[in-house]
């Protein structure tokens, strides 16, 4: 069973930058695009970012674009998310899954989640 494992998540001001890690275990992961994904209290999961085998290809969420950047190290089987910018609505637990092939930004199209990190942008 592939298990990605997130980390980097906490605290920040509006205004701040943080990084999120997710490193998969089990497999090789230059076989799966990856992607990010985020739940707020009372809301729905939603898309945030995905990325492509070879990294070349990348989507992202509009609320997010220009300030999150995906990006991963097949070598490290470790899949990135740069959130910089960050707001308040941005808080949430954010997960990253895993795909095989093809990039996607569904999450229903994903069968490898992880268990998430909690990202709160708060004063």
């Known amino acids: 069973q592939v298990q990605p494992v997130e980390s980097g998540g906490g605290l920040v001001q509006p205004g701040g930058s943080l990084r999120l890690s997710c490193t998969f275990s089990g497999f090789t992961l230059e076989h799966y695009a990856t992607g990010w994904f985020r739940q707020a209290p009372g809301r729905d999961r939603v898309f945030v970012a995905a990325?492509?085998?070879?990294?070349?290809?990348?989507s992202y969420a509009d609320s997010v674009k220009g300030r999150f950047t995906i990006s991963r190290d097949n070598a490290w089987n470790t899949v990135y998310l740069q959130m910089n910018s960050l707001k308040p609505e941005d808080t949430a637990l954010y997960y990253c899954a895993g795909r095989f092939l093809s990039l996607a930004t569904i999450s229903s199209a994903y069968n490898s989640w992880g268990q998430g990190t909690q990202v709160t942008v708060s004063s």
């Open positions: 990325i492509s085998r070879n990294g070349a290809d990348t």
